[in-house]
């Protein structure tokens, strides 16, 4: 038996060879070997299902408790889901398993630093270098951690080790600006700078911290002119805009500075300081709507901040909310019983609705104040030589712009557990291809659902479970893939019941798709692979085992095996598919943005406009031509494409529009 079944007929000699067969080589749930455990918990971290795959690991670790692998694996999806001290205390458990690798103590220290537990950190980058000593990164993280609890005699000590061991390494200078500046010895601070420059021109980072300089001295000019460098550096770099706004605002440049803000906040749409300013900008300029917006926004990260509790305030009264503004002065007022200002402007609003006790009460309070204390005076439009600190809350400084109370330079650690798994420099990428599920697909990019014939047909014929057509994996929860795995073990129970091969195989396809939506990509591509053998033209078969063997082949690249062949079988997939259904939108569209994954952007963008041509409302599929055309340098087909996306309702396409605009 080489793993081959050849059925000769619906008889009991080919539901023999196939129970062999399942038996043999499909292993049930209970079974899963604890090596295969990882794997695919190590594909759903890639995917960045975390949950799912922290229930693998879980698995493993019951499994074969004596392991190390699982419980760092546990670790790095904890570290993704910012649970870290659940991160720092199974790398705690693997380290008591393995104590020589060191991976283990570069998560479990940058665990601890997400916890500002910078002596811990210090404990394991120096326990990290004994085993790794040439390991710059782990040098940087450890001065990185001393510079937080400002030990920065032994930091300087340190650097100058690094810096003889590399004297190019650009970062060893701008943490001895960082310490400089801490340490208020300005000229030291510029004069390192200045060489970090002259050994490396194209850091971002320096020409920010240089800026941070001009900012604190007030060179408004310079600041600019220096956040211009670090933005077409660091394009992707929220506080290099929100310090460029501040400069621009005080250079008159106000337009530029609503610019920065409305970039900055699509890069971080939680930034406080970003929707404050942004908040005082709009209602400079009389768009008070959008301002109370932002200052709605600011209210839900910060719910007790009064100044922006009575910026609000000023906004709701100048648009007619009267009720609503009286509220929010009312909390000011509480908490500051003698801000005249607030005072005067509630009367007021008191006097227009008609309450003529309540604004005289409030009327007298300020007359006595400006009478006998002479403390009243009329507050001033935004004036761009005001800035207040961030933990300045004097009231009166309401409509001054803010900056956070020490500018420093962003330490950035050295690692790679930031940002998406798979790759942490994507900026832009392709929408994924679509795979059939059981999860109907919850999406703003169009008001209907994904529909095919076939799909329906398969619907219709066999009442197992609904089939939904979907752009990307189901992320399921706890609950759910409990519910899956147990759907797992019942298909194989009928499969072992059946009585022909046909019902059999029948089961084997609905299994294939629980597989893929738990993403066991290997066992799926298995039972889709005997399927074929029963009936080879399966448009639905050759469809879903393509898209799970195309997961396994990125999951594979990622760790840098070679897929060219797995790639071929993929394409010939595809190919068949497309054979028995040529007008098939998401087949189309499918072979298209593999095409695409290659660099084969001008056969990527042929099928795509196939795609295109069945299903005019496929947002995917402008969005991804647009891309090729993007990366073609086709800038005007490509905004074409991307904006027809975002008008079908891939909102995303919009922003790739204005970043590659500027």
Same mark, same amino acid.
């Given at each position: ?93 693997? $380290?008591? /398993?393995?104590?020589?690798? !060191? %991976?283990?103590?570069? @998560? =479990? #220290? ?131 805009? $929100?310090? /460029?706004?501040?400069?621009? !605002? %005080?250079?008159?440049? @106000? =337009? #530029? ?143 001054? @712009? ?261």
């Amino acid at each position: 038996m080489n793993g081959v079944v050849h059925f000769e007929m619906n008889g009991k000699k080919s539901i023999f060879f196939l129970l062999f067969y399942l038996f043999t080589f499909l292993p049930l749930q209970a079974q899963y070997n604890t090596d295969h455990l990882v794997t695919i918990g190590r594909s759903a971290l890639y995917f960045e299902d975390y949950v799912l795959s922290i229930r693998y690991f879980n698995q493993a670790i019951s499994a074969k408790p004596y392991l190390y692998e699982p419980w760092f694996f546990r670790g790095v999806a904890k570290y993704y889901l910012d649970d870290y001290a659940g991160a720092e205390g199974d790398c705690t458990e693997a $380290i008591k /398993r393995n104590p020589y690798v !060191v %991976n283990l103590y570069e @998560l =479990r #220290g940058l665990a601890r630093i997400q916890q500002d537990k910078f002596s811990e950190a210090i404990d394991d980058y120096s326990k990290a270098l004994k085993y790794d000593p040439e390991n710059r990164g782990f040098w940087t993280n450890r001065v990185l951690c001393r510079i937080q609890n400002k030990e920065f005699e032994r930091a300087l000590a340190e650097l100058d080790t690094i810096q003889q061991r590399w004297s190019q390494y650009v970062k060893a200078y701008n943490m001895r600006a960082d310490i400089y500046l801490q340490t208020k010895d300005t000229a030291q601070a510029i004069s390192v700078l200045n060489k970090s420059l002259e050994l490396d021109p194209y850091d971002g980072q320096t020409w920010a911290a240089q800026s941070i300089i001009s900012l604190s001295r007030e060179e408004w000019d310079s600041a600019e002119v220096q956040l211009n460098h670090a933005i077409h550096l660091m394009p992707k770099h929220a506080g290099c805009y $929100i310090n /460029r706004a501040l400069a621009r !605002v %005080n250079c008159n440049n @106000l =337009r #530029g500075a609503m610019s920065d803000y409305d970039m900055a906040l699509d890069l971080e749409p939680n930034n406080f300081l970003g929707h404050y300013n942004r908040g005082l900008l709009r209602a400079q300029v009389g768009d008070d709507n959008r301002a109370i917006i932002d200052f709605d926004f600011v209210l839900r990260l910060e719910p007790d901040n009064m100044l922006a509790l009575f910026n609000r305030a000023v906004l709701l009264d100048k648009t007619g909310d009267l009720n609503g503004a009286i509220r929010d002065y009312s909390k000011v007022i509480e908490e500051y019983p003698n801000f005249w200002t607030g005072l005067e402007f509630r009367a007021a609003c008191y006097r227009r609705l008609g309450m003529k006790k309540e604004a005289e009460a409030d009327e007298f309070t300020v007359y006595k104040a400006r009478l006998y204390k002479h403390l009243y005076g009329t507050q001033p439009r935004l004036d761009p030589s005001q800035i207040r600190k961030r933990n300045d809350e004097d009231v009166e400084k309401y409509n001054q @712009l803010v900056m956070d109370d020490d500018q420093e330079p962003e330490r950035e650690y050295a690692h790679d557990y930031r940002g998406r798994v798979q790759d942490h420099k994507v900026e832009q990428e392709l929408q994924p291809m679509f795979l059939l599920s059981f999860e109907q697909q919850q999406s703003e990019v169009r008001s209907h659902h994904a529909y095919d014939r076939l799909v329906e047909q398969q619907n219709e014929k066999t009442r197992l479970r609904t089939i939904f057509i979907n752009s990307a994996s189901a992320h399921v929860n706890e609950e759910a893939s409990r519910g899956y795995f147990a759907y797992i073990d019942s298909l194989t129970a009928a499969v072992n019941r059946a009585q022909s091969t046909k019902k059999a195989v029948n089961a084997l396809l609905y299994r294939a798709i629980a597989y893929s939506i738990i993403q066991d990509y290997d066992y799926a591509v298995d039972d889709l692979s005997t399927y074929l053998q029963e009936d080879s033209t399966s448009v639905l078969a050759l469809w879903q085992r393509a898209v799970c063997q195309m997961r396994i082949n990125q999951f594979l690249v990622s760790q840098g095996e070679n897929v060219e062949l797995k790639n071929i079988s993929v394409k010939e997939d595809l190919n068949k598919a497309l054979k028995y259904s040529p007008q098939n939108a998401y087949l189309l569209y499918n072979r298209g943005t593999m095409s695409a994954q290659l660099g084969d952007y001008a056969t990527a963008i042929a099928d795509l406009t196939k795609a295109i041509a069945s299903e005019p409302y496929l947002a995917e599929a402008y969005y991804n031509r647009g891309l090729c055309h993007l990366y073609l340098k086709h800038d005007s087909e490509a905004v074409m494409d991307l904006s027809k996306a975002g008008e079908l309702g891939l909102y995303q396409a919009y922003s790739l529009i204005k970043k590659n605009r500027k």
